[in-house]
T-cell receptor, first 112, second 113 residues
Framework: DGGITQSPKYLFRKEGQNVTLSCEQN?????MYWYRQDPGQGLRLIYY???????QKGDIAEGYSVSREKKESFPLTVTSAQKNPTAFYLC???????????FGPGTRLTVL | EDKVVQSPLSLVVHEGDTVTLNCSYE??????LLWYKQEKKAPTFLFML????IEKKSGRLSSILDKKELFSILNITATQTGDSAVYLC?????????????FGKGTKLSVKP
């Protein structure tokens, strides 16, 4: 099956700990994205990557880091510098920049 | 500042009703407008609109874009309980040399039997 997978579905962490969220796609898409969704809010772009070994900051990149060493993988690290990390995180990918984005099932992160 | 505004924020209807969801946008270097349906988790793609006045249809759903008034609507006819979801509108723009999305807050639609 082709698609985007995110793991884990639910994640609990203590304050001050870094945590890495996984995103994998087997759609052969060049572009990948990370969004954050808070209750009653739209999706906000954290980071995006158009090609391997290249990525750009989105609107709310502070406290987050990413890597894009392989085309199919785009992990997101939530660092201790992120002031309010509890949220629903969505990963997406697209063939190119002018096409629709397809989303993974999301990871709900709760920081205790 | 670029923004996408959806209205209403929530809506409750009965099965069989027709609903219209609204999306206005102010997006620099606008490229297209996208609609997504979000039930529990992943938003699923519905429509991408790039040209004004051309209606896109998929079953009971249809959407149209007005690039002069910076507005789009999503229509759902003969609603069913399975249409209950949050509907997200997003403006697609050229960011530098790349394209990105700005999302509205969504319209939560509840369809009662």
């Amino acid at each position: 099956d082709g698609g985007i997978t995110q793991s884990p579905k639910y994640l609990f962490r203590k304050e001050g700990q870094n945590v890495t969220l996984s995103c994998e796609q087997n759609l052969n898409h060049d572009a990948m994205y990370w969004y954050r969704q808070d209750p009653g809010q739209g999706l906000r772009l954290i980071y995006y990557s158009q090609i391997v070994n290249d990525f750009q900051k989105g609107d709310i990149a502070e406290g987050y880091s990413v890597s894009r060493e392989k085309k199919e993988s785009f992990p997101l690290t939530v660092t201790s510098a992120q002031k309010n990390p509890t949220a629903f995180y969505l990963c997406a990918s697209s063939i190119g920049t002018g096409t629709e984005q397809f989303f993974g099932p999301g990871t709900r992160l709760t920081v205790l | 500042e670029d923004k996408v505004v959806q209205s209403p924020l929530s809506l409750v209807v009965h099965e069989g009703d027709t609903v219209t969801l609204n999306c206005s946008y102010e997006v620099t270097n606008f490229r297209s407008l996208l609609w997504y349906k979000q039930e529990k988790k992943a938003p699923t793609f519905l429509f991408m609109l790039t040209s004004s006045g051309i209606e896109k249809k998929s079953g009971r759903l249809s959407s149209i874009l007005d690039k002069k008034e910076l507005f789009s609507i999503l229509n759902i006819t003969a609603t069913q309980t399975g249409d209950s979801a949050v509907y997200l509108c997003a403006g697609h723009y050229y960011g530098g040399s790349q394209g990105n999305l700005i999302f509205g807050k969504g319209t939560k639609l509840s369809v009662k039997p």
